[in-house]
């Protein structure tokens, strides 16, 4: 495969990461909905105070994983930046999930994101450090 065919898998991992914010948007919105909290309240009842958490930490987290994806794949090797990426996808799903159902029990989610992250983070950083003419 072509290095610009390879990004493809990059880009689709994108789009996922976009959809499941996309799917918070909706959840906190419907929980605003069905419990009635007026904008622009974001507090009251519980279960959208969670809904408004899930959605706020997964655009905090959004924020770095995309740039952090795109520079690992540029940099390092595209199928392995789709893969980590996949991984941040499926840890950020279970977080939220998690989340939704009990609070104190989102660590696992949060952790699989955040060891993906800090793979994507690194290695880019590595690369990039290693890639300087000296």
């Known amino acids: 495969m072509a ?4 990004m493809l898998w990059t880009e ?4 996922l990461a976009l959809a499941v914010y996309l799917g918070t948007m909706v959840y906190c919105a419907r929980m605003r909905a069905r419990h009635r ?6 507090s009251g009842h519980p279960a959208y105070e969670r809904a ?3 959605q706020r930490n997964t655009l905090e987290q959004l924020v770095p994983f995309v740039p952090a994806v795109w520079l690992f794949s540029a940099l390092v090797n595209p199928l392995v ?3 980590v990426g996949a991984i941040w996808v499926v840890g950020r799903v279970v977080y939220a999930v998690s989340y ?4 104190d029990k989102r660590g696992p989610g ?9 793979v994507l983070v690194v ?7 290693m890639s300087l003419p000296l």
């Open 3 to 6: 290095p610009t065919a390879m």
């Open 12 to 15: 689709l991992v994108i789009l």
């Open 37 to 42: 909290i007026v904008a622009p309240a974001t």
């Open 52 to 54: 408004f958490a899930i």
């Open 81 to 83: 930046g789709a893969i």
């Open 100 to 103: 939704a159902k009990a609070p």
């Open 110 to 118: 949060f952790i699989i994101a955040f060891i993906a992250l800090v």
């Open 123 to 129: 290695g880019a950083l590595v690369k990039a450090v």
